[in-house]
Structures are given as structure tokens and as C-alpha cells.
């Protein structure tokens, strides 16, 4: 918004600098865009100069010799100029030497080719005044000679674009920041003043203009009035009035509703004047627009309306969209002679939401859509025809029309002592408290309490609809008191240790750790469709997990997995061809266990394989180990060796995993984690249009397992010795697991090394069925790995080590050994 500084001050007496009402500005909660200065910049020893004689030079063809007088009395000077659209008689601005120009141009007397110059004749360009550099500015207006230029343009202005609040509608206008100002700067202010009407002398009948309003909307219309003033003469503006304007970017366009527009920018109130020979049926009704109605609106537009937009209309057309725009239909021009003028309080939610379905913001929806003042309706309007009658003349036909009623949203908060100094962090005396107040024009009054403690109680004025509450009485305190007067002190802070949440923890290191394997984080809703749960859990699963009145069909269940968000995702990009493949999600699930709905802290990925990739060499499909391998690394980050656990067999009650391509671990409702791996069904996959392979996993653990106590990781010397290998293929039944296999090798290995040296590692690295053995039987071969921190293992106490392994093993279980 632009505020006039020459403006304010015809509310307060403000002598303070540009820089100091910035700073002022900026302290009390509004931001300054910027500040434009308007107008003649002051030019001392630059006056008005009368052109006597005009010479050529001697020396230069282009350059004229003038005798220019400066002082009535006085004697004239010599002035060389180059300019020759002036001539003789003619008044126009001379610097003076010692004048400074914009720019930093310094006017001295000089020799010009030979012939002393005492001054400069001046262009509009010159001193800052235009774009014109053609020729010399020449005085119509025949100012006296002699006459600082200042003093004949005095219109010089600064303007403030200022940032207000939507909080804030009372500062819209230059007297809420003429008020704000006075309360920082504890100077006076006062309202522009409002005169009786003169006595109507009858000879308008009042009804010929109007003769009825009438609100049907009532709900977004709850005070209207029309006031009615006969025989005004349309015309232009006079010259103050159009400074105002032009001060804050207005077009002056007649002087009645220029006088609107003036109002508007200084009390905040938007007022509409209608040319009242244009109502037809000599009344106004305040109503809804009809579906499909139209108006062509003062911008030249035809707009068509609909039910949720008010309207103010006559007997048969709508004449002005209520609180947003007029029309054509009813303007005020040069054939007005008599006026109906409208002030109104509007519902902020009804022209907000008629402003932006129509895509039409003006200076009047603006300051309605935030809130006017609602007790300043009647107010606005009798200074407007104060105005109109000082510019246009015209008679004042009584009663104004009414419907509804003013109405004040009369408050009072209780302020005390003790509170406002805890949360203004130090002590403002009572009588700044009280005087902060008064110049707000909230009254203020002491009260006690039933212990005898003193408080405040501030009755709130209408245009402050923002202050609710004790808090935001203290910001107006300290805000008008001065944050930069806050007195210096000691900033004292308590360091509190503490972990994140587990559940937290947990999640960074698992997004830590599929990051660093190049899967990118996603971030889905945690809500899911009906039927998409029932295709990757069971219809009564779903049921159990169904939200009650959700938003939507999509979004009407807890989701169970956070696989299919991520199918969304690589469906998406594979479309748009982004070239993503690896993707993972953390938060959290939703399972229904025996009629209990549990939920767990999960984290998911996906590693897709397009089969129609084009790449310079063939990349590696996917497979189950590389989801094992995954799994279990997200297992480590929360001290969980999922590699001792013997993975089981997928229960498939869907079609959401590749049967006999998958396997699970855990029971969440037992141990409290439960993790399933492996290779998604490839029809799933065309169902989402991604024709691939993709290897997933989801690990989900309840809040409880994550908040057990875990061992912190503990430091082991890293030996700096070789290590030593040796294999151990054994024969077993077909159907055993690997993994079982390892653990109980595993174990032997550990025991029978009777801790001479460190088993490092005890993994499979061959499986085998064929000639040799039996239908049924298997080979697993294993490599053990030894190491000892301080030496190198020698031959002899490694192979002492596997002869016994060897005979333990022959001895202890029913496998093999293969030799």
C-alpha cells in the first residue's frame, strides 16, 4: 500500500525524516517495499527568472547571450544558453551559482567561448521535474520574479510502499497509520473533522432519487446505507484533492468519485457513489447474483455471476458487484446531477470469495475481504459529503436510508502486571502501559483482584478485530514502547541431553543406508484406496483398517504396505523416462492382528529392472539375495542379525510377491519385527505398466521392539596379520537350509578353535547337486575364516583346528563331509 508522507501529516504533526519514519515503520510491524519521492526535490538558489534580452553570441552560432532579471530589484545577470524555444518576457527556472542540480550538478559562474555566465536557464529534465530536455521549461503560470521554485511547486512528496498485514486491515488507510505513528512517536493525532449538514430547503423530493433499500442477503450483508444528495455539479477535482490521488497512484476521473477514492485511501472505508437518474425503480436491493446474470464492470468487462456472489442491484439489473466493482450501468459522468451514495459493511468471506472467482481484486475488495472497521459506516459517509459538497456543491436530502444496524464487536481483555512483564522480559512502566493504550484509543482502567493484585482491563475498539487475548496486548506494548528500547541482558539457555525417538533414530539410519546404495527417498500418503488393500492384504484386513468419513474413495484406509506408494512412483517416473529404478520409503504401517490393530514403524524399497532399458552394456537384473542381502543390512542398523534367522516361507494370501521368489522373517505380533523379501509378481508389475523385474523388501518394526534397550557397538582391534582359509564341503538332505546349516557349522567351528584365535567368518560359497550323490542330497560347501590380532597363524595350529571341526562335526550331526 502507498502511504503519502505530505498526507499523514494532515493528521499528525509529524516533523520527523524520511529515514526516521522508514525505521518508525519497520519497528511497529510494517515492512517498507520501498520510497518514491514525487514532486519538485528541494533546489535551493533555483527561482523564477524573466528573460529581458536575447543576443547571439559572438563566438558560437548555437549559444545565445540573455539578460535574465532574478530579483524584482535587482540588477539583471548574464546568461549564456544553447536552448531556443523561449523568448523574450518569458519566465523560467535559473539556477543560481552555488545552486546544486539533481545529479550532484553544481552551478558556478564560468566563461562560456569567451562571455561570463552567471547562472543557468533550466529544463523540466534538469531539475528533476520531467523527461523533456528539448528546450528550456517555460512558467505559464507567470510566477513572480525572484520566487523560489519550491514555492511554486510546492507538491513535493514522499511515498512509503508499505507491507501491511493481513491482520491488519485498520492500517489500510493513511489515518490507522497516521494513528500507529502517533503512538510511536507520542505525538498527537486527530481525526479529519466532520460538519452538520446544511438544511435541505425542500425542493428535491428525497423518494425521487431513492426511495427504498433493501438487504436480502443479510448474512453477508449486515449493515447497509444510502445517502442521497441532489443538484451536485461534475467536474474536475481541485488541485489538492488530485495531489492525494496522483500521491498514491489514482487517475483523478471527476470530482464525486474522486472524493470516493480519497475517502477510501484515508479512513479505509470503500464507498461507491451511483448516478441515481440510473436506478431504475428508484431502489436498491442488496441480494445474490443469479446463475448466469451478467455485468459489464467499470473496466470495460463483461463478467457472468452465479448464486455465491452478491450483488447490489435495482429494480431490474445488478448495478455493482457488492464490495468488489461498479458498473457502467449506473456510473457517475458528466451528465450526473444527482447522487445516491452507498456505505456498507460487507462480510470479509463473501467478497474474498467473489474477488477470486472472479479474478477481479480491487482497492475496495482489498480492504473488505480483510475487514473494515464495522462501527465506521456512518462515519465515512458524512465525511465523504462534507467533501462532495466542498467540491461539487449539492444539497443533502434526509433521512439517509438503513437496513440493518451499526454494529461494534465491543470487547474487553484483562491485562496484569505480572504477565506483562514475564513475557515482555522486563518492566515498562504503568503510565508508558497506560499511554500506549490511549493512543490506540482503547480505554483503559484499573481493576484488583479478589488477593488485591492490580490489573488492566482494555476495552478493544472496533477497527482492532486482531486483539483477542492478554499476548496480544503485550505485543502492542512492546511493540509501541520500542523493541529497539528493550533493555540489554543475559541470555541464559539450559542444555537439556537427549535422543532422538528410536522410531526417528531408526528411520535416518535406514534412509542413511539405502541412500548410500543409490535408492532415492520417497514421501507418500499415509492413506490408501478400499480396493487396493484388498488386493495386496484381505477383505476383512481391510475392513479393520477402513478411516471413518474419509476424504475420499483413494483415501479411506490405513495403508498396509508402503510397496504399492512406491509402485506409484516408479510408474510415474518410468512414464515421464527419468531413468529412476531404486526407490525407498520410511513411515508408518498398519496391520490388523486378531482384531487389534497394530502399528508399526516400517521402511520399504524397490529395485525395478526394465527389461527395455537402453544401456551401453547389459545391467544386472535384481534378485532375491540382492533383497536379502538389503534386509539385512536395514536389520544390522537396529541390532538385528536377520542372517540367523531362518527364513520361512511367504505366506502368499495375495498375489503381491513371486511365489517361490520370496520369504519372510520375524512375526511382528510375537517378536515384535517382521521382515518380507524377495521378487514382486511379475503380473503386479504389468498391472502398474512396469515391464521388469523388481526385488523388494519391507522391514517393519512395533515402537515397542525399537524402544529396547540395545547394546551400544563396541570397538575390536583390527588385526594387522593374514588370515587363513580353509574349505569344508558337507553332503546333507536336500530340504535342509543353508542358513541352518552355517549356524550349526558355525557354532562347532567356534567351540573346537577353544579361543587359540579369532573365527572370522563362516560363509557358503558353492551348492552342488548331481553325480555323486544321492536324489536327496546336497552339498554345501563353506569357507572358515581364521585370524589372530597379534601373529600370524601358523599351518600346523590351523589344521589342528580343522581336524577337529571335521571329526566334531562326523560325530555331532548327520552331514558329511565330501572329500
Known amino acids: 500500500?502507498?502511504?503519502?508522507?505530505?498526507?499523514?501529516?494532515?493528521?499528525?504533526?509529524?516533523?520527523?525524516?524520511?529515514?526516521?519514519?522508514?525505521?518508525?515503520?519497520?519497528?511497529?510491524?510494517?515492512?517498507?517495499?520501498?520510497?518514491?519521492?514525487?514532486?519538485?526535490?528541494?533546489?535551493?538558489?533555483?527561482?523564477?527568472?524573466?528573460?529581458?534580452?536575447?543576443?547571439?553570441?559572438?563566438?558560437?552560432?548555437?549559444?545565445?547571450?540573455?539578460?535574465?532579471?532574478?530579483?524584482?530589484?535587482g540588477e539583471p545577470s548574464t546568461i549564456v544558453c544553447g536552448a531556443d524555444n523561449y523568448k523574450v518576457g518569458d519566465r523560467v527556472p535559473v539556477a543560481l551559482p552555488g545552486a546544486v542540480l539533481p545529479g550532484g550538478f553544481k552551478i558556478k559562474s564560468a566563461k562560456l567561448r569567451g562571455v561570463m555566465s552567471s547562472g543557468m536557464m533550466c529544463s523540466a529534465k534538469e531539475i528533476g521535474m520531467g523527461d523533456d530536455a528539448a528546450g528550456l521549461w517555460i512558467l505559464d503560470q507567470r510566477p513572480p520574479v525572484g520566487q523560489p521554485l519550491n514555492e511554486v511547486f510546492p507538491d513535493r512528496d514522499t511515498v512509503f510502499q508499505v507491507e501491511v498485514t493481513p491482520n491488519r486491515p485498520d492500517c489500510l488507510s493513511h489515518l490507522g497509520m497516521a494513528r500507529e505513528l502517533a503512538a510511536y512517536f507520542r505525538i498527537p493525532f486527530s481525526y479529519p473533522e466532520v460538519f452538520p449538514f446544511p438544511e435541505s430547503n425542500g425542493s428535491v423530493d428525497p423518494e425521487s432519487l431513492l426511495r427504498k433499500v433493501g438487504v436480502e442477503s443479510e448474512e453477508n450483508c449486515p449493515h447497509y446505507t444510502a445517502w442521497r444528495i441532489a443538484n451536485v455539479k461534475i467536474g474536475p477535482s481541485p488541485d489538492w484533492?488530485?495531489?492525494?490521488?496522483?500521491?498514491?497512484?489514482?487517475?483523478?476521473?471527476?470530482?464525486?468519485?474522486?472524493?470516493?477514492?480519497?475517502?477510501?485511501?484515508?479512513?479505509?472505508?470503500?464507498?461507491h457513489a451511483f448516478d441515481a437518474a440510473k436506478i431504475e425503480g428508484q431502489k436498491l436491493i442488496v441480494r445474490q447474483a443469479g446463475d448466469g446474470e451478467k455485468i459489464t464492470t467499470l473496466d470495460g468487462k463483461e463478467r457472468t455471476l452465479s448464486s455465491r456472489m452478491m450483488v447490489v442491484a435495482d429494480a431490474r439489473k445488478a448495478l455493482i458487484v457488492a464490495g468488489v466493482m461498479g458498473s457502467l450501468d449506473a456510473e457517475v459522468d458528466e451528465s450526473t446531477q444527482n447522487v445516491v451514495l452507498e456505505s456498507a459493511y460487507f462480510r470479509p468471506g463473501s467478497i474474498r470469495a467473489t474477488s477470486k472467482r472472479l479474478g477481479l481484486s480491487t482497492d475496495s475488495s482489498y480492504r473488505f475481504e480483510r475487514g473494515v472497521d464495522p462501527d465506521g459506516v456512518a462515519y465515512a459517509a458524512k465525511r465523504a459529503i462534507n467533501l462532495i459538497q466542498e467540491v461539487a456543491g449539492g444539497e443533502i436530502l434526509p433521512p439517509y436510508l438503513e437496513e440493518g444496524a451499526a454494529f461494534a464487536l465491543e470487547k474487553e481483555i484483562n491485562l496484569d502486571r505480572i504477565y506483562l512483564d514475564e513475557r515482555a522480559g522486563f518492566v515498562i512502566p504503568d503510565e508508558e502501559v497506560e499511554r500506549i493504550f490511549d493512543s490506540l484509543e482503547c480505554t483503559v482502567s484499573r481493576?484488583?483482584?479478589?488477593?488485591?493484585?492490580?490489573?488492566?482491563?482494555?476495552?478493544?475498539?472496533?477497527?482492532?478485530?486482531?486483539?483477542?487475548?492478554?499476548?496480544d496486548l503485550v505485543e502492542e506494548v512492546v511493540r509501541l514502547y520500542g523493541t529497539?528500547?528493550?533493555?540489554?541482558?543475559?541470555?541464559?539457555?539450559?542444555?537439556?541431553?537427549?535422543?532422538?525417538?528410536?522410531?526417528s533414530r531408526a528411520n535416518h539410519d535406514f534412509g542413511c543406508a539405502l541412500a548410500g546404495q543409490g535408492f532415492q527417498e520417497c514421501m507418500n500418503y499415509t492413506l490408501r484406496s478400499g480396493d487396493e488393500l484388498k488386493k495386496w492384504y484381505s477383505s476383512g484386513g481391510a475392513d479393520s483398517l477402513a478411516v471413518m468419513n474419509p476424504l475420499s474413495v483413494e483415501q479411506s484406509h490405513l495403508r498396509w504396505s508402503l510397496i504399492p506408494g512406491l509402485l506409484d512412483v516408479l510408474r510415474l517416473n518410468q512414464f515421464r523416462k527419468t531413468g529412476l529404478h531404486r526407490v525407498f520409503e520410511t513411515g508408518h504401517t498398519f496391520y490388523e492382528r486378531d482384531g487389534a490393530v497394530i502399528e508399526a514403524n516400517s521402511v520399504a524399497f524397490i529395485w525395478f529392472h526394465n527389461d527395455h532399458q537402453q544401456c551401453w552394456r547389459e545391467a544386472q537384473a535384481p534378485d532375491f539375495y540382492n533383497a536379502k542381502a538389503i534386509i539385512q543390512g536395514l536389520g544390522r542398523k537396529v541390532g538385528l542379525d536377520l542372517g540367523a534367522f531362518p527364513p520361512g516361507e511367504m505366506r502368499l494370501t495375495n498375489s503381491a510377491w513371486q511365489e517361490g521368489h520370496s520369504a519372510t522373517i520375524g512375526d511382528l505380533s510375537e517378536e515384535g519385527f517382521e521382515a518380507r523379501f524377495g521378487l514382486l509378481n511379475l503380473a503386479l508389475l504389468k498391472e502398474y505398466d512396469l515391464g521388469g523385474i523388481a526385488a523388494a523388501g519391507v522391514f517393519s518394526l512395533t515402537p515397542e521392539f525399537l524402544e529396547k534397550a540395545r547394546p551400544r557397538p563396541q570397538f575390536k582391534p583390527i588385526s594387522l596379520f593374514p588370515a587363513a582359509e580353509r574349505d569344508l564341503a558337507l553332503v546333507v538332505p536336500s530340504d535342509d537350509i543353508g542358513i541352518q546349516v552355517r549356524e550349526t557349522l558355525k557354532s562347532i567351528v567356534v567351540r573346537e578353535t577353544r579361543h587359540a584365535f579369532t573365527v572370522e567368518d563362516v560363509y557358503l560359497f558353492d551348492v552342488y547337486q548331481g553325480q555323486g550323490l544321492e536324489e536327496k542330497e546336497k552339498s554345501l560347501a563353506f569357507s572358515l575364516v581364521f585370524r589372530a590380532l597379534d601373529r600370524t597363524l601358523q599351518e600346523k595350529e590351523v589344521n589342528d583346528v580343522f581336524t577337529r571341526v571335521q571329526k566334531a562335526v562326523e560325530r555331532e550331526t548327520s552331514y558329511r563331509i565330501r572329500r
Request: hydrophobic residues 35%.
Open 241 to 271: 484533492l488530485v495531489r492525494r490521488l496522483r500521491s498514491v497512484g489514482l487517475r483523478p476521473i471527476n470530482n464525486i468519485v474522486d472524493v470516493t477514492n480519497f475517502v477510501l485511501h484515508e479512513l479505509g472505508q470503500p464507498l
Open 447 to 471: 481493576k484488583q483482584h479478589r488477593d488485591g493484585r492490580e490489573y488492566w482491563q482494555i476495552g478493544i475498539p472496533s477497527f482492532r478485530g486482531d486483539l483477542d487475548s492478554p499476548i
Open 484 to 503: 529497539d528500547r528493550i533493555p540489554s541482558g543475559e541470555v541464559r539457555g539450559i542444555g537439556l541431553v537427549r535422543e532422538d525417538d528410536a522410531s
Open 1 to 73: 500500500m502507498k502511504i503519502s508522507y505530505n498526507w499523514i501529516k494532515d493528521y499528525i504533526e509529524l516533523d520527523r525524516s524520511v529515514e526516521e519514519v522508514e525505521q518508525a515503520l519497520t519497528l511497529i510491524g510494517f515492512e517498507v517495499d520501498g520510497i518514491e519521492e514525487t514532486g519538485l526535490p528541494d533546489l535551493p538558489k533555483v527561482v523564477v527568472g524573466e528573460v529581458l534580452e536575447r543576443n547571439p553570441h559572438p563566438n558560437a552560432d548555437r549559444l545565445s547571450v540573455c539578460q535574465v532579471l532574478t530579483e524584482p530589484e
